[in-house]
């Protein structure tokens, strides 16, 4: 099992950045793909990037992709967002979530093939 716990969220002016951690504990994490999802008010959680265990495959939602970055540093059980370029409709609680990788390639968007899911940050991006 791993248990998540995110950081980082807060309250910006849009064309802020933002980095959010994402930090795991538990055992073989390097074992398990991240991904980060968003759920804004009223919306369904979606899908916004995913990182390989091994952090050498990335998967962006285009809705983020130039603007995010996101990487793993398996020594310290930690992903990261590093969010640019913010904008208001960025503005949601965001979740990292891990699922077993099932190999070194497939990334995962679809939100029940992810087991592990931290409580959330917020980040709110005022216009």
């Known amino acids: 099992q791993v248990q998540l716990v995110e950081s980082g969220g807060g309250l910006v002016q849009a064309g802020d950045s933002l980095r959010l951690s994402c930090v795991a504990s538990g055992r073989t994490f390097s074992r398990y793909d991240i991904g980060w999802f968003r759920q804004a008010p009223g919306k369904e959680r979606e899908f916004v990037v995913a990182?390989?265990?091994?952090?050498?495959?990335?998967y962006y939602s285009d809705s983020v992709k130039g603007r995010f970055t996101i990487s793993r540093d398996n020594a310290k059980n930690t992903v990261y967002l590093q969010m640019n370029s913010l904008k208001p409709e960025d503005t949601a609680v965001y979740y990292c979530?891990?699922?077993?990788?099932?190999?070194?390639?497939?990334?995962?968007?679809?939100?029940?093939?992810?087991?592990?899911w931290g409580q959330g940050t917020q980040v709110t991006v005022s216009s």
């Open positions: 979530a891990a699922r077993v990788s099932p190999d070194a390639y497939s990334l995962s968007a679809r939100r029940d093939e992810y087991g592990y």
């Open positions: 990182v390989s265990w091994i952090g050498s495959r990335t």
